[in-house]
C-alpha cells in the first residue's frame, strides 16, 4: 500500500513538474488566441498553441527564455521563470496596424492579402462586436468604404463604387444570395443574415465576375458564419456565447445565444437571435424638411390623420426578426471535412417608410403601406476534401437550396382596398471548386457553377370590411418564371520573384430565362412568352509588385456582366407616385470594364497607408428611360395615370474614384486611422449615376489597454446637389431636403461618436456606446428614413 501511495505521488509530482501547459490570450477580451508560435533563444525546440490558445512547454529549459510570436500580434520575449510566475498564463497585445492578412473572398480559397490585386477590405469578429451592429446591413458599413442606403428602419441596401441592389453579389458560407428577383432598385435581403453570428466579412470592391458569375458588377459582399469548432480530446468541446443588447434610439432589444458541443469527429452548433425594434427617434438638431409632423391611424374604423407629438420619431417603422442557425459537422480525417448549415431568417410586416411620408393632393397618400414577413430559409452542404492529385490538391462541392418569400401591401388613404402582392423564390445552386499547386511558386484555381431559380407571382385585393378578395395584377408573370446559370472558371496566380505576383483568370457563363403571362385581363402584354438565351465571357489580368522597402503597387484590369434578371425584363410596378415600369423583351445584358490601381506603404508595425483609385466603363447599361406600351407612353394604373418606363440598354455610362486610408500607432495604445471614398459617374447622355454615393468617410482615435478599449470618431457625408442627383431621384421630393431654389438635394452632414468596451473578466464582456453625440438630424442619400438621432447603446456579452 505504501509502495503504491509513494507512485502515485511521484507521478503527480511528474506531472506537474514537466506537464506545464501555457494559455495565450488577447490582452483585451481575453479570447485564445491559436497558432501563436512559441520558441527558445536558440530555436532549438518550438510549440504552436491549438484553437484553446493552448501548447505544452515541458520540453523547455526552465532556465531559458522564449518568445510568443503571432503575425497580428506584437512579439513578447520573455524568461521562463516569469512565465510561471504569470500562472502559466500569456496575453497578447494586438498590432494596431495588421500587416499580414489572409482573405478568403478573392478565389473562394485562403490566399495572402498581400499578393492580391484586387482591393479587399476585411471586416473581423472583434470589430463586429465591439461596434455593436444592429443588421448585417450595418456591418458592412463598419468599414466606411461601403454606402447604406435605407428605405425604411428594416432596410440596408449597400452601395459599392457606383453599383447597388443586383449590381452587387452576396455570399453566404460560400453561396451566391442574390436571386432572379433581386430588383434595380434599393433592396434589404441583405438583413436577412443574422449578424451576431458572422465570424468573418470581407468586401472585394470592383467586378468579381470571374470567380463569381453575374451580378458581380460593383462588388462581393462575403459574409462566414460561426464554424463548429471540434475538440482535440477525448473530451467534448463545448462552449456557448450569449448577447443582450439595448440601443436608445429605437428602444432595440436583442437577444443571442449559440451553442458549440465538438467531438473530436463531430460536432455541432446552434444559434439564435430575436430583435424588436420600435419607431426610430431622429436627431432634433437640423433641417426641419425631415420631421413627421402627421401619420394616418384606424380610429373606429375609419382612416384619421393624426398629428404626431413628437415630431422626431418617425412613426410606423417598427419592426422585429428572429434568426435560426443550425450546423453540423463531420471530420472523419485530415483529408475530408463535411459541412451541413441550416439558416432562418423571418421578420415581422416591415413598414415601407418612404412611401408613408408621401403626399397627394396635401394629403398623406397612403394609409398602409407595408413589406410583409421576410421569408429565408437555406439548406448549404459543403464537402472539403483535401488531396494531392494531378486535378488537384484541395476540393470544395458547395450545394445549396434556398426559398424566398417577399410581399408588398399597400392601401391608400381612405380606401377600403388593400392590394396585395407575393413573391416566392426557389434556388438551387451547386459549386464545384479545385484548388491546385502546379509549382511552389504558382496556383491554379478553376470550378464550374450551377444555378436554377423558380419564381412564382400572385396578387390579389381584399376589402378590409368585407374581407372580399379580388384578382389584381402580379408583380411578376403569373405564369411563372425559370431562370438558369451554367459557367466554368479559371483563375491563375504566380509569385515569380519575391517581389513580383501575377495573376489572371478567365470565365465563361451562359444565362437561360423563360417566364410566361397567363392573364391579360389587366395588361394586354403583346407577348405571352419572354425568353433570354445569352452567355459572357470574363476576363481579368492584375499585378502586386512589392519594393524591399516596404511598398507596395497593385494594378488591376477586369470586366463583369450581369445578365437581366426576372425583376429587369418582366416586371409591372409603380416605382414612385405616376411612374409605371412595364417589360422589355428586348433587354441584354451589361457589362463593365474596370481598372484598378494602388499603392499600400507600411512604416514597420506603425503606420500604413493605402490609396486606391479606379475608373469602370459600363457598356449596355440597363437603366430605366421613357417607354411605350402598345404604343401608349401613359397608362391608368392603381387609379391613377402613369408615365411608362422600361429598363433599357441606353449604350454606356462611366463611374470613377477613389478611396484612402491611413493608420498610425502612437505609442501601441493609441490608434489614429481615418479613410475617405470619393466616386462620381454619368450616363452617355450627361445624367447622374443613381446609385453613386456621395464623399463620405471617417476618422477616428482608439486607445487598447489591457482589458479596456475606448474610441472615439467622427462619420462625415457630402452634399449632392440637384444637378448631380440622378433623373430618378429628383422627383422624390419627399425624401430630400430642400435648397434655396426649392429644389431636392442631399446636404453634408457629420457626426461624432463615442464607443467603449470592457472586459469584466474571461467570460463577460461589456461595451457600450453614444451615436450621433450632438443629435443631428440627417437622412444619409437616396435614404427615406432618417438615422438614428442620439443613440445610447449597451450590450453584455458572455463567453462560457
Not at 480530446?233 to 434610439?249: D, G, H, M, V
Not at 391613377?640 to 440598354?649: C, T
Request: with cysteine.
Amino acid at each position: 500500500m505504501r509502495k503504491l501511495i509513494l507512485t502515485v505521488f511521484i507521478i503527480i509530482l511528474s506531472i506537474s513538474a514537466f506537464s506545464q501547459t501555457v494559455n495565450v490570450v488577447n490582452n483585451i477580451d481575453l479570447k485564445p488566441i491559436k497558432s501563436v508560435a512559441i520558441f527558445n533563444s536558440d530555436h532549438s525546440i518550438t510549440a504552436l498553441t491549438d484553437c484553446l490558445g493552448e501548447a505544452d512547454l515541458s520540453e523547455f529549459d526552465p532556465l531559458d527564455t522564449l518568445t510568443f510570436q503571432h503575425p497580428t500580434y506584437n512579439q513578447l520575449v520573455i524568461p521562463f521563470s516569469f512565465i510561471k510566475k504569470l500562472g502559466f498564463k500569456i496575453q497578447l497585445i494586438e498590432k494596431l496596424v495588421s500587416l499580414d492578412e489572409v482573405v478568403i473572398s478573392a478565389s473562394k480559397w485562403e490566399q495572402k492579402k498581400n499578393e492580391i490585386p484586387n482591393k479587399i477590405t476585411t471586416i473581423p469578429p472583434r470589430q463586429i462586436a465591439f461596434n455593436n451592429p444592429q443588421t448585417a446591413a450595418d456591418i458592412l458599413s463598419i468599414s466606411n468604404e461601403v454606402f447604406i442606403q435605407k428605405s425604411q428602419l428594416g432596410g440596408g441596401s449597400p452601395m459599392i463604387r457606383g453599383f447597388a441592389a443586383n449590381s452587387v453579389l452576396i455570399v453566404v458560407d460560400g453561396v451566391r444570395m442574390n436571386n432572379a428577383i433581386f430588383r434595380s432598385g434599393n433592396l434589404q435581403n441583405v438583413i436577412s443574415i443574422d449578424p451576431n453570428i458572422i465570424e468573418n466579412a470581407e468586401v472585394v470592391f470592383g467586378p468579381g465576375s470571374i470567380i463569381y458569375g453575374s451580378d458581380a458588377l460593383g462588388g462581393v459582399m462575403d459574409f462566414h458564419t460561426k464554424k463548429v469548432k471540434l475538440s482535440y480530446s477525448e473530451k467534448p468541446r463545448i462552449s456557448a456565447n450569449s448577447l443582450l443588447r439595448y440601443s436608445s434610439a429605437n428602444n432595440e432589444k436583442t437577444a443571442h445565444f449559440d451553442f458549440n458541443y465538438g467531438k473530436k469527429k463531430w460536432g455541432f452548433v446552434t444559434s439564435v437571435t430575436y430583435s424588436d425594434y420600435e419607431d426610430l427617434m431622429m436627431g432634433s438638431v437640423g433641417n426641419d424638411d425631415y420631421i413627421r409632423k402627421e401619420y394616418v391611424e384606424q380610429r373606429n374604423g375609419i382612416d384619421t390623420i393624426i398629428n404626431n407629438e413628437n415630431e422626431n420619431i418617425q412613426k410606423n417603422s417598427a419592426y422585429n426578426q428572429l434568426n435560426i442557425l443550425q450546423k453540423i459537422r463531420f471530420n472523419p480525417n485530415k483529408n475530408l471535412d463535411i459541412n451541413y448549415g441550416f439558416h432562418y431568417s423571418v421578420t415581422s410586416d416591415i413598414p415601407r417608410y418612404d412611401r408613408l411620408i408621401q403626399y397627394s393632393d396635401e394629403k398623406l397618400k397612403y394609409a398602409e403601406w407595408y413589406y410583409g414577413p421576410q421569408k429565408w430559409m437555406m439548406n448549404n452542404l459543403n464537402i472539403h476534401l483535401s488531396d494531392t492529385t494531378k486535378l488537384y490538391d484541395e476540393l470544395k462541392l458547395t450545394m445549396a437550396y434556398q426559398e424566398f418569400e417577399e410581399s408588398r401591401n399597400d392601401r391608400k388613404f381612405q380606401k377600403d382596398e388593400l392590394r396585395l402582392r407575393t413573391e416566392n423564390v426557389s434556388a438551387i445552386t451547386m459549386n464545384l471548386d479545385f484548388d491546385k499547386k502546379i509549382t511552389a511558386k504558382s496556383t491554379l484555381f478553376y470550378g464550374f457553377e450551377g444555378l436554377y431559380n423558380r419564381v412564382n407571382s400572385s396578387g390579389k385585393i381584399e376589402n378590409i370590411n368585407t374581407l372580399k378578395e379580388f384578382p389584381t395584377s402580379t408583380r411578376y408573370p403569373d405564369g411563372g418564371s425559370d431562370y438558369s446559370s451554367f459557367a466554368g472558371y479559371m483563375s491563375y496566380k504566380s509569385n515569380i520573384s519575391k517581389k513580383i505576383t501575377l495573376s489572371s483568370g478567365l470565365r465563361y457563363s451562359r444565362v437561360i430565362m423563360k417566364s410566361k403571362f397567363i392573364d391579360t385581363t389587366f395588361f394586354k402584354f403583346p407577348y405571352d412568352e419572354i425568353n433570354l438565351n445569352t452567355g459572357a465571357l470574363n476576363a481579368s489580368a492584375g499585378m502586386v509588385y512589392r519594393t524591399d522597402n516596404n511598398w507596395q503597387f497593385n494594378v488591376n484590369a477586369s470586366s463583369g456582366f450581369r445578365a437581366p434578371n426576372i425583376d429587369d425584363i418582366a416586371k409591372v410596378f409603380d416605382s414612385e407616385p405616376g411612374t409605371l415600369i412595364v417589360p422589355n423583351e428586348n433587354l441584354k445584358p451589361e457589362y463593365a470594364y474596370n481598372l484598378d490601381m494602388g499603392f499600400s506603404r507600411n512604416f514597420g508595425d506603425q503606420t500604413k497607408i493605402n490609396a486606391t483609385i479606379f475608373y469602370t466603363y459600363l457598356d449596355n447599361a440597363m437603366v430605366r428611360r421613357d417607354f411605350t406600351f402598345n404604343g401608349y407612353d401613359s397608362l391608368l394604373y392603381d387609379g391613377e395615370m402613369s408615365k411608362v418606363e422600361a429598363l433599357v440598354n441606353t449604350g454606356s455610362a462611366y463611374i470613377y474614384g477613389g478611396s484612402f486610408s491611413v493608420d498610425v500607432n502612437l505609442n501601441g495604445m493609441f490608434l489614429l486611422s481615418s479613410n475617405l471614398t470619393y466616386t462620381k459617374g454619368k450616363d452617355d447622355e450627361g445624367y447622374p449615376v443613381r446609385h453613386v454615393a456621395p464623399l463620405f468617410g471617417s476618422s477616428s482615435i482608439t486607445y487598447s489597454k489591457d482589458k479596456l478599449k475606448l474610441k472615439l470618431y467622427s462619420i462625415y457625408n457630402g452634399e449632392i446637389s440637384y444637378e448631380n442627383l440622378a433623373l430618378s431621384e429628383r422627383d422624390k421630393t419627399y425624401m430630400y431636403a430642400e435648397d434655396e431654389n426649392g429644389n431636392p438635394y442631399s446636404p453634408l452632414w457629420w457626426t461624432i461618436n463615442l464607443k467603449f468596451l470592457y472586459q469584466i473578466n474571461s467570460r463577460i464582456q461589456l461595451t457600450t456606446g453614444i451615436e450621433n453625440i450632438f443629435n443631428y438630424r440627417i437622412r444619409t442619400y437616396s435614404s427615406g428614413i432618417c438615422a438614428p438621432g442620439r443613440n445610447f447603446i449597451i450590450a453584455l456579452r458572455g463567453s462560457f
